[in-house]
T-cell receptor, first 117, second 105 residues
Framework: ETGVTQTPRHLVMGMTNKKSLKCEQHLGHNAMYWYKQSAKKPLELMFVYSLEERVENNSVPSRFSPECPNSSHLFLHLHTLQPEDSALYLC????????????????FGPGTRLTVT | AQRVTQPEKLLSVFKGAPVELKCNYSYSGSPELFWYVQYSRQRLQLLLRHISRESIKGFTADLNKGETSFHLKKPFAQEEDSAMYYCALIGDMRFGAGTRLTVKP
């Protein structure tokens, strides 16, 4: 498969569950991102990884825990979520070097539609 | 505060009419702005970036630093242009709320 893939595409979980979202990119990129897209808010950047190091954490609650084991894979571990966390979670990747300021085009995955009950 | 504002949530035009999707930004440095588009049942994808000064699918966007704007324009809209359009401030990874464009036949 080419591009950016995300699994699962849909997830329903209770507030006490623990689950993980997975993202994989097949583009040879060095930077990966998690975004949250909810109905009432713009696309919100959650986390950025560059060369497997976290470079951005936008005041995201600790119930969201990212993991980037290598430059091709990105996870978002979820635990004790709230109903307001229900949203579409998008993963993206881009070509990036330490000399740049993340000014490259981002390639997005199809998203995981998360519902917290 | 750094911000991207797309004042119109919905925009509807007839085929062949000009279209302009507005984007205003607030940024303390030298901004780098992109337009992303999401067609129905497709993923978000880059449409164009200000630095390349290109025309993609007939769309252009000029950065106006005086007005802090980066409006997206097309002289003759087509039905296949119907989509969600997002303006993005790249240095800050900040997206606008999006404008849903509908081009009617």
């Amino acid at each position: 498969e080419t591009g950016v893939t995300q699994t699962p595409r849909h997830l329903v979980m209770g507030m006490t569950n623990k689950k993980s979202l997975k993202c994989e990119q097949h583009l040879g990129h060095n930077a990966m991102y998690w975004y949250k897209q909810s109905a009432k808010k713009p696309l919100e950047l959650m986390f950025v990884y560059s060369l497997e190091e976290r470079v951005e954490n936008n005041s995201v609650p600790s119930r969201f825990s990212p993991e980037c084991p290598n430059s091709s894979h990105l996870f978002l571990h979820l635990h004790t979520l709230q109903p307001e966390d229900s949203a579409l979670y998008l993963c993206a990747s881009s070509r990036e070097t330490r000399a740049s300021k993340l000014g490259y085009e981002q390639y997005f995955g199809p998203g995981t539609r998360l519902t917290v009950t | 505060a750094q911000r991207v504002t797309q004042p119109e949530k919905l925009l509807s035009v007839f085929k062949g009419a000009p279209v302009e999707l507005k984007c205003n930004y607030s940024y303390s440095g030298s901004p780098e702005l992109f337009w992303y588009v999401q067609y129905s049942r497709q993923r978000l994808q880059l449409l164009l970036r200000h630095i390349s000064r290109e025309s993609i699918k007939g769309f252009t966007a000029d950065l106006n630093k005086g007005e802090t704007s980066f409006h997206l324009k097309k002289p003759f809209a087509q039905e296949e242009d119907s989509a969600m359009y997002y303006c993005a401030l790249i240095g800050d990874m900040r997206f606008g709320a999006g404008t849903r464009l509908t081009v009617k036949p």
